[in-house]
């Protein structure tokens, strides 16, 4: 994997990526305020059931902690954060700003996004920065940290150490574009990529499979997005609501199949299932668990999964 | 065509508060083409102040011109002489952005409000239909994209779209809204161009930061404005 010849970012996730084991990442969403132990409660059933957690960046354009502080609090955690970065909300001087200081502080892994558009959030009057692109930004976070340049081609005396990630949604449309897309972050310098989340199971083998046949899974660590339903209305909601989701009626009758209180456990069921097959998918290299204010059932799920204990490196 | 929209009544109302004697200019071109600010919009637009202004037992004297054109000179001076007899306390205006800079800069003693938001450079699709194309960016795009402007029409104004959002060719803001990236990669597969955005567009550097000029070869700044 071309990936082994990077420069080595001191992140957890890389190693783990690295040694040739199948990762497993969580995610958190920081609060809608300045309660840091709702961040250190969250990340209590992250600690040691996963490799790294994503901290979102005003996820679904609402404001929230900044994700770099709520990072921040993870490392003091002693968790290890992939820290989200949008390009919504900052212009370019304010992104690297950001990466000099999350790096200078211990942030060692971060996911590089568009962000979805602020007329879905909070304040969807605001204006929205977009000053560059998601493929834009994985090339900025590469230069600044390879060649120690700064995207106007200064010099950076001492040039941030980050293992870079981006997303990749196979079920957005045109799915022929999908893995051209993929290329295109990969060649900007994605070293991983967590996708949207799968629940179309034969339309995602297909996106591998032609990712495979690219070569493109030599080139980049690809991590499978999960996220357990836990009720049909919430399937329901992420099959008509949630833009560029792809949620097959099967999950909706499966989840319907069940009495009301077996619903989460089914959905968790689906999820393992999910996990299992990802494991042995050629070109796959770990799971994505986006337990979406479910933080608390991680630690099961990891647990049901078999994918504990989780790999430490000295 | 630079199309706009008339203002809310009620705002429009407000801002005129106190005025008694007032000129509103149209213009005969884009705004008058987009329904919103010729001739007739002016008359629609004087009458109704009128009546509310009746209604409130203050009335108002408003008095309607069309220009061919605001943004020009030769034609705002035919303006020249009914401001000056008319002895007008306000003018409003129903031109572009640009026109009724162009008329409050003509009559600095006189305040110069607008009635319309101007909102775009836009086609006319049907009548009555007018959709936004280009955002005048200084640095067309149209040659790598298939002649679809992303900086226009991609919410996001991405240059390496579509993002993960787009739902079966629309937008992820709005079902109603295509996906510019979406028929960007159409067209282009269309063309058989789709190399075009398989290479990575690079950092872009915004050229309307800051207030532009355009000078053509050959000219330059005249020493002193003639009005
Ligand atoms: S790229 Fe778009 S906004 Fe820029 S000049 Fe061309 S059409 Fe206008
Ligand atoms: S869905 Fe398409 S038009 Fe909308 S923001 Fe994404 S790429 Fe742009």
Partial sequence: MSTETHFNSESNLEKVLKSGQFAFTGELGPPRGT????????????????????????????????????SLILIQEGLEPNYQMVCRDRNRLAMQADILGGSALGIRNMLCLSGDHQQFGDHPDAMGVFDIDSTQLIAMVKQMRDEGLFLNGNEIHQPPKMFIGAAANPFADPFEWRVHRLAKKIEAGADFIQTQCIYNMPKFREFVRLANEEGL??????????????????????????????????????????????????GINIACEQIEEFKEMKGVHGVHMMAIEWEHMVPEIAEQAKVLPRPVFS | MIVAQRKPFAEIKEMLQGYNKVLNVGCGTC?????????????????????????????????????????????????????????????????????????????????????????????????????????????????????????????????????????????????????????????????????????????????????????????????????
Avoid at chain 1, 40 to 47: D, Q, Y
């Fill in chain 2, 31 to 227: 705004v008058s083409v987009c329904l919103t600010g010729g001739e007739k919009e002016v008359a629609v637009l004087n009458t109704e102040l009128e009546m509310a202004r009746r209604l409130d037992d203050d009335p108002i004297d408003i008095q309607g011109h069309t220009i061919e054109r605001q943004c020009d000179r030769e034609y705002l001076a035919e303006l020249d002489s009914i401001i000056e007899e008319g002895k007008f306390d306000a003018l409003m205006s129903m031109a572009c952005g640009v026109g009724i800079q162009f008329l409050a800069e003509r009559y600095p003693l006189i305040p110069t409000f607008p009635a319309v938001d101007t909102s775009g450079l836009a086609v006319n699709q049907t009548v009555g239909w007018y959709e936004e194309r280009c955002r005048s960016c200084s640095q067309c795009v149209l040659g790598f994209t298939g002649g679809i402007c992303p900086i226009t029409m991609c919410a996001k104004r991405l240059l390496n779209g579509p993002c993960g959002g787009t739902n079966k060719g629309s937008c992820e803001i709005s079902n109603d809204q295509p996906c510019a990236w979406f028929r960007i990669w159409e067209r282009l597969s269309g063309q058989g161009r789709l190399d075009s955005i398989k290479k990575i567009n690079t950092t872009r550097g915004w050229k309307d930061q800051a207030p532009r000029n355009l000078m053509q070869p050959g000219y330059k700044k005249p020493e002193k404005m003639v009005k």
């Fill in chain 1, 217 to 266: 899974t030599e080139k980049v660590y690809i991590l499978a997005g999960v996220t357990p339903m836990k009720s049909v209305g919430m399937a329901r909601y992420m099959k008509t609501k949630v833009p560029g989701m792809d949620v097959p009626d099967e999950i909706i009758n499966r989840l319907k199949g069940v009495e009301k209180d077996k619903v989460a456990q089914e």
């Fill in chain 1, 35 to 70: 309660d840091v132990e709702e961040v250190k409660e969250k990340a209590k059933f992250l600690k040691g059931n996963v490799d790294a957690v994503n901290i979102t960046d005003n996820q679904t354009a609402v404001v929230r902690m900044s994700s770099w502080a709520a």
